[in-house]
């Protein structure tokens, strides 16, 4: 069974960095189609994928916000951290580890509220 | 980049009336070395994390109940519930992954 949990900072200041990690477990590291990623959802919004981090290490990310994203998997750890730089108001969201299992976002973190004010 | 649009935003619907939601997307989601639509439909309860209900445009996952179904091809999908029942008040999205993912919307269902 995949579990994931999602951990950091719960209100960040506008323009500052925000770093999410993500602590798996259950997880299958030996197939390539798979991965752990994350998606967030703003208060009443739809949901947006942000960015995937495949096991063949291959790591897309969402054109949109391409160039605010990274996303690292630390192995030895079983934790995946995306990082978001220079936040705004409009990146205040509930932030969820997904599982993706080839077809599917079949396993998500509880999530974590992140509200970006001064 | 593939944009997703649901219809209708919101339905509200008495016991036992069918749902129709609608999704389309700006480009074609059917990979047709497989013939297999890379659409999925998740089930949101306020409160909670999605569900995915179906995969493949039409498969149903297991444990999801008969009256939730998945049509369509190309670029055009339907998630039709059949007997709405009032456990299914829930917002509805569709996704496709045929380009990385992109989400729809929601269509909010409601009881009347």
């Known amino acids: 069974q995949v579990t994931l949990k999602e951990s950091g900072p719960t209100l960040v200041k506008p323009t500052q960095t925000l770093t999410l990690t993500c602590t798996y477990s259950g997880v299958s590291g030996d197939t390539s189609g798979m991965g752990v990623g994350w998606i967030r959802q703003s208060p009443g919004k739809a949901l947006e994928w942000l960015a995937l981090v495949f096991w063949g290490d291959f790591k897309p990310s969402n054109p949109s916000l391409q160039s605010r994203l990274a996303i690292t998997r630390d192995i030895s750890k079983n934790q995946v951290v995306l990082t978001m730089t220079d936040v705004g108001p409009a990146d205040t969201a509930t932030y969820s580890c997904?599982?993706?299992?080839?077809?599917?976002?079949?396993?998500w973190g509880r999530g974590i509220l992140v509200t970006v004010s001064s | 980049d593939i944009v997703m649009t649901q219809s209708p935003d919101s339905l509200a619907l008495s016991l036992g009336e069918r749902a129709t939601i609608n999704c389309k997307s700006s480009?074609?989601?059917?990979?047709?070395?497989?013939?297999?639509?890379?659409l999925a439909w998740y089930q949101q309860k306020p409160g909670q994390s999605p569900k995915l209900l179906i995969s493949w445009a039409s498969v149903r996952e297991s444990g999801v109940p008969a009256r939730f179904s998945g049509s369509g091809s190309g670029t055009d999908f339907t998630l039709t519930i059949s007997d709405l029942q009032s456990e299914d008040v829930a917002v509805y999205y569709c996704?496709?992954?045929?380009?990385?993912?992109?989400f729809g919307q929601g269509t909010k269902v409601e009881i009347k």
């Open positions: 480009q074609s989601v059917l990979y047709t070395s497989n013939n297999r639509n890379y």
């Open positions: 997904v599982h993706w299992s080839g077809y599917s976002f079949d396993s």
């Open positions: 996704l496709q992954h045929y380009s990385l993912w992109t």
